[in-house]
């Protein structure tokens, strides 16, 4: 089992920019894939930015070219730099470790998950 605590969220003009982190209990050398998802109020979770272990990334169109996925094996940790940041990227960001190689899925037996850290963009 592995737990993931997230860091970095908070209140924002937009504009601005944030940094958030993900620590990870244990080792996430043999994770192939580590991201971020968002869950806003009345809508569903989505992903928004995964990177694997080699580095490759993947972003959702609505960040691509605003927010930077990185993670570091050595101190078991992600990173994703959000800058450019609009009223619509308000939501809960939730750090994400997958057990698998496949991207999209949510099977609760290969997904782990931290608590979330809240992002709020002020006008």
């Known amino acids: 089992q592995v737990q993931l605590v997230e860091s970095g969220g908070g209140l924002v003009q937009a504009g601005g920019a944030l940094r958030l982190s993900c620590v990870a209990s244990a080792s996430i050398d043999n994770l192939p894939l580590m991201g971020w998802y968002r869950q806003a109020p009345g809508k569903q979770r989505e992903q928004v930015a995964l990177?694997?272990?080699?580095?490759?990334?993947y972003y959702a169109d609505s960040v691509k070219d605003r927010f930077t996925i990185s993670r570091d094996n050595a101190k078991n940790t992600v990173y994703l730099q959000m800058n450019s940041l609009k009223l619509e990227d308000t939501a809960v960001y939730y750090c994400n470790a997958k057990r698998t190689w496949s991207i999209a899925t949510m099977d609760p037996s290969l997904n782990y998950w931290g608590q979330g850290t809240q992002v709020t963009v002020s006008s």
């Open positions: 990177i694997t272990i080699y580095s490759t990334t």
